[in-house]
């Protein structure tokens, strides 16, 4: 579970994340901090990062999946279980 959310982290954090590259991320960083009101300390404090996942749409799809449809989106992440030397202020 560690090395996954590092993987989150890495990307939510990434330098290279702007309005033209990594948009995704950047609009989730953009959120956190701004809408949200997180800080970037805060933020790698809890290990929060992003990621993306399939959800079911209430769109039958066609073909496998049992006829369901599944959509991309980008979730913000956050670690179940960290132990105390894990957690960086």
């Excluded at 959120?31 to 209430?58: D, I, M």
Aim: glycine letters at 8%; aromatic letters at 10%.
């Amino acid at each position: 579970h560690i090395k996954l959310n590092s993987l989150h982290s890495s990307r939510l954090f990434d330098p290279r994340n702007s309005s033209t590259h990594n948009v995704p991320e950047y609009k989730t960083m953009q959120y956190l901090q701004h809408t949200r009101g997180l800080t970037r300390s805060v933020l790698r404090k809890y290990g929060v990062g992003c990621a993306e996942y399939k959800f079911p749409s209430k769109k039958k799809g066609k073909g496998g999946n049992n006829g369901m449809e599944y959509v991309s989106s980008t979730c913000v992440t956050f670690p179940w279980l960290m132990r105390q030397g894990e957690v960086q202020e």
